[in-house]
């Protein structure tokens, strides 16, 4: 399945057209003035001392090159001088201060000077990645071709030091990224050198050659205790992992690596089947930032990074490329709407860095007596975060979100995320008409060159009707294209109560409320306190509600605990009939600070 | 009311009989030989270096002294020449190194000798109050008084350097113990100074004038962030401050101190009220092992120490002595069958320190992708700890368990608890056979001068009945005597499903089982894996099954969620129906590492 790229798709209408737009002139500028505030721009000057007004730090260069590259995508939008004189400044100020080799690192270039490439963990190729992904996007969006050749430039000099002279202190990144970078300038400059590169990456991986570096290396923290082709499972840091997985599962594709297709495989089963939130969350523990083991999801503790969230985007997107399922397009809409929306603000300006299923403040100070306290996610999102990689790589996905729409092979195009849009490449146009997911009525307009038009018809939908004759198969419905192909297909959207696998322990006994792809979550500003209080027939009837937060809240009977004196008293007549109010899990804590759970208990 | 000591008491059939038999034969010399594994009686000679062979801990003295009260209690029920023996050379070893002024601590006798009494959270007046709790058994045991009056010249010392020339580097304990050891060395001695000493102990705890010293203080985990007086709530280590209000409690009752009555009326409400687990277990966290906030009731992370339920215990039974009420010895039995007796397996040989309300052996790895664990409560019993005041504690408490069954007033009798039991006092007796708590039918004869006895009536019992015209007032059955009175009382014992306030978020829609004081639990090794997966009704019929642990386990049909392959499914028909085995709680993990849950969750 061939991606069709965002640039060929226009967001037209609806709920992803007012993001888009929201993203696109709020959020990006949020973002940019809160870098400049903390100097993350100031600090590419290279003039800084370590104990100066500001200093920099070892990854700001990623932060500002997600920025960039998200500032490529809105260009690409819409040209606008303003925005574009920024990109044009801080691109002279990379290629100014980088040296002679075309190395640029803003912290290795003012301090530790000698330390270059010494420390495995300490992001050097992570920010190379970023930086070269957005050189591709600013050239993609302009056409300067500045900065990206002097990443290419960048690029020559990390193949030399890395694979020719083999001269660093470590074999791979610590932080993967320049992996799917490296494919990414491939595919822009057609230098099979760098696709070389990155399969070099991926292949060295866990090796026991990279073994042989007495380096920080930190085993199932940088899921390198093993090669990538032998794995089965998600490891460690979950950005890490999943970047490092998207770039496997590029070099997989790239070279058509059979291998390492299934070692893909095998570790996307393992995430979706075992060790993802119902969010499209992953990574179950603050400690490391880290996947833990099969089923282990608890709600309140939850880790589930924004950003790994994203990663987890990539990764589908990626897998669908060498697996034609609808399978990675479900996964995808499923951390779209949930997992990586929730880290926004309905306003557009500030984020989550994770995202938790429960939201206790009442307890957060449980160890208020302690000499060190437990640790919860924070409870109110933040314009900026000292280590502020998701904010960044928010506005990068979603002004590029075009990309995760339409896809196509020699006979078939691919219909993968349904959003009011408009697509065309060379001989073939698809429309799609929809206030999907208010609704799951969806226009389609096709014509061009391809025999085939495959709908993907969504796992969570049981019921559908399509004014064709189709075929099912993958996933998708397959309908025969005949010029001009019109096509009405209606997804029915009933609200479900959804339950975990009985091994998800912290789950069971639970439900959790969606409605198409979205969750829904209740909130203690709607429902008053003690939520865990509540229960919930997963046979309760709902009513749509307002669309307070874009689409439909819902309405639902349910039962809750009566307030008592004592501690414990005999179950009996201890519940009463209350009204629940569930708002879009995406919407949480845009009021304040208040109680939210996700899974509610069952009646 | 006053207390009726268990040295008038012969527990003579039943439960308790069967356990004080296996803690006297067994768990005494268990532990008395894990002891001397650990060269914690060689550690009384005095003569190691810091890097010896063994090393003396600062704490060791207070586990010796335990035993040996311990010891005390078993030789009050039978003179055992081998036993003695054994007491008394360890108490010679102690007379022979103690220093002129009567001082003994065999860590400062021996190692930092400058530093006695500079640093506060070093637990020197703990233990000298155990060796003076042990002083006063073994008197009371044997008649021997050289132990005793060795240890009054150490309180002489330490009156002298704490109250009289104020020397010490701090002034009041950072482990309360010797609160309560004065008032029983008082009380074996009739010497007044004794109790000034521990009232000034317990006048000073928390006061602006001990914020003066610069000392190691830890506010909330010492409890003293305010005065005793001042207090309303229960904080910080939980032993400590369960030790520290039962110091109080004997003097606001040994002084008759009306406001230090109502504080420790305020903080036992707020313990029994807002943070005791169903268990009578205390500590909510394992950072500081410390009480956090009202309602934060976690099960899996449960600190609950066997200590601290003890400390509970030594608490209820000094505050029925200031306020003449059924409710401290309600939270007694529920402490002693559940949250105390869980700390000792079946085989009375190993010990919890902790004692969880819910066991994931499957979880408990769960951040093994990590730098640091999280920390859960260890699934299988220990024969000794480093920390070891645990299994000392065990068998003092249950072998002078005849302390909790009786107490008189002038005019009246109290039945507190119901064992099979004969009490004798100058002029009153009482005999109670039963076979409770296997069944609640209790047959008492009292004979004696009192014009009254008063039945507890168990707040858990909401029917009985009794063979003679009673009235009910705080919570007893009071019943007029006429000469020899034979009563027979009948306590309605049914299997109840208990709810936890709906403020405690971690049991909400959940249930515990309860038959009479006993809670249950259900374990994996009889019910298979993933317990959480299990729903019970409140209404469920339960039929009693074999005494496996002495007292009959519990079945009931129950529904359990189905095998599922995926994680996340549409919840429908996924229970089915299965018959559910319940133990007492107090008998979990005695059957190798398995699953355990308390609190089920609700159908």
Redesign the interface.
Request: glycine letters at 8%; proline letters at 3%; a positive charge.
């Given at each position: 399945m061939k991606k069709i790229g965002f640039s060929s798709v226009r967001i037209t209408g609806g709920f992803w057209k007012t993001k888009q737009e929201l993203i696109r002139k709020t959020t990006l500028y949020s973002v940019y003035h809160r870098f400049q505030d903390t100097h993350r721009f100031d600090a590419l000057k290279c003039d800084w001392k370590e104990k100066g007004e500001y200093n920099g730090h070892i990854f700001w260069d990623s932060d500002v090159a997600k920025w960039l590259e998200s500032a490529a995508y809105a260009l690409e939008f819409e040209r606008d001088a303003e925005l574009e004189k920024i990109v044009d400044d801080t691109v002279a100020l990379i290629l100014k201060n980088r040296d002679e080799n075309g190395y640029f690192n803003s912290y290795y270039l003012t301090v530790d000077q000698d330390q270059r490439f010494t420390i495995r963990d300490n992001h050097e190729l992570y920010c190379a990645g970023h930086l070269m992904e957005a050189a591709v996007a600013y050239y993609h969006a302009t056409g300067k071709d500045a900065f990206l050749k002097a990443m290419c430039r960048y690029a020559d000099y990390i193949e030399k030091v890395f694979m020719i002279e083999k001269s660093a202190a470590f074999l791979t990144p610590g932080h993967p990224e320049i992996e799917l970078a490296l494919v990414r300038l491939y595919e822009a400059t057609g230098e099979k050198r760098y696709l070389a590169l990155s399969k070099y990456f991926i292949d060295t991986h866990g090796t026991a050659q990279e073994k042989l570096y007495a380096d920080t290396r930190?085993h199932?923290?940088n899921m390198d205790e093993m090669p990538i082709r032998e794995r089965s499972t998600a490891?460690?840091h979950s950005v890490r992992a999943l970047y490092l997985m998207s770039g496997a599962a590029d070099i997989a594709h790239a070279c058509q690596d059979q291998e390492l297709m299934d070692a893909c495989k095998r570790v996307y089963d393992n995430i979706?089947?075992?060790r993802?939130y119902?969010t499209g969350g992953v990574g179950?523990?603050y400690?490391?930032e880290?996947?833990?083991?099969d089923?282990?999801l608890p709600t309140r503790t939850a880790y589930a990074e924004t950003c790994a969230a994203i990663a987890l985007a990539y990764y589908c997107v990626r897998m669908q490329k060498i697996h034609e399922s609808a399978i990675y397009a479900d996964t995808l809409e499923r951390v779209i709407y949930n997992g990586i929306l929730s880290g926004l603000s309905m306003d557009g300006k500030s984020f989550f860095y994770e995202n938790p299923l429960e939201i206790?403040p009442?307890?957060n100070?449980?160890?208020?007596?302690?000499?060190?306290?437990?640790r919860y996610p924070i409870t109110q999102r933040l314009e900026v975060f000292n280590c502020s990689c998701c904010p960044p790589n928010v506005t990068r996905f979603f002004l590029s979100l075009g990309d995760y729409l339409y896809a196509c092979n020699e006979d078939t195009v691919f219909v993968n995320q349904y959003m009011a849009s408009e697509m065309k490449v060379e001989g073939l146009s698809v429309t799609q008409q929809t206030n999907y997911p208010v609704d799951g009525e969806i226009r389609i307009t096709c014509e061009g060159e391809k025999k085939e038009i495959a709908l993907r018809i969504p796992a969570w939908c049981?019921k559908f009707t399509v004014n064709h004759p189709y075929r099912m198969q993958d996933g998708y419905a397959w309908i025969a294209l005949q010029g001009k192909t019109e096509i009405i297909l209606s997804l029915d959207m009933p609200v479900?109560?959804?339950?975990?696998?009985?091994?998800?322990?912290a789950l069971?006994?639970?439900?959790?409320i969606m409605r198409g792809p979205v969750v829904y979550c209740a909130e203690g500003v709607d429902n008053g306190?003690?939520l865990?209080?509540i229960?919930l027939s997963?046979d309760a009837e709902f009513t749509l509600g307002d669309c307070e937060f874009l689409l439909p809240n819902l309405h639902a009977s349910a039962l809750?605990?009566?307030?008592?004196?004592?501690?414990?008293?005999?179950?009996?007549d201890?519940y009463e009939e209350i009204f629940l109010k569930l708002i879009p899990y995406y919407a949480f804590a845009n009021r304040g600070e208040t109680e939210m759970i996700t899974w509610i208990?069952?009646k």
């Open positions: 930190r199932l923290y490891e460690g979706v089947n075992h993802m119902i179950s523990t400690i490391g880290a996947f833990t083991v089923y282990d206790d009442a307890f100070d449980v160890d208020k007596s302690a000499v060190k306290k437990s049981k479900l109560a959804m339950a975990a696998n009985p091994k998800a322990h069971a006994g639970k439900i959790a306190e003690d865990s209080s229960r997963p809750r605990q009566k307030k008592a004196d004592g501690l414990y008293a005999v179950a009996g201890d208990n069952r």
